[in-house]
């Protein structure tokens, strides 16, 4: 009878740690996915735009708006989303509103 209720303690910890542990990832999907996100634009930008364009300080800036609150998260998901499968001059042209807040 107590290592039934030794066990059960056990397993309810283990269950516990697990919970914490699939939070934690869940939680900084949200950081990979920006820092995906804003890896893209910014070096979308660099290509089409300006090569010597400063990606690492764009990457910044975007990581940052990305990070700060769910509007910025949502701002740079749609540039992104806008410059898939665009070519240079129909990204400049399709993309400006949805990436001004993102890169110059």
Do not use: H, W
């Amino acid at each position: 009878m107590i290592k039934l209720t030794l066990a059960s303690a056990q397993a309810r910890v283990t269950i516990v740690a697990a919970a914490f542990a699939c939070a934690g990832l869940l939680g900084g999907c949200g950081a990979i996915d920006n820092a995906f996100d804003c890896n893209t634009v910014c070096n979308r930008y660099r290509d089409c735009v300006d090569s010597a364009y400063d990606t690492a300080a764009c990457r910044t800036r975007c990581d940052a708006r990305g990070n700060g609150s769910a509007d910025g998260r949502s701002a740079v998901n749609r540039c992104e989303a806008c410059l898939n499968g665009m070519s240079c001059v129909g990204s400049a042209f399709q993309c400006s509103v949805q990436c001004a807040s993102i890169v110059p």
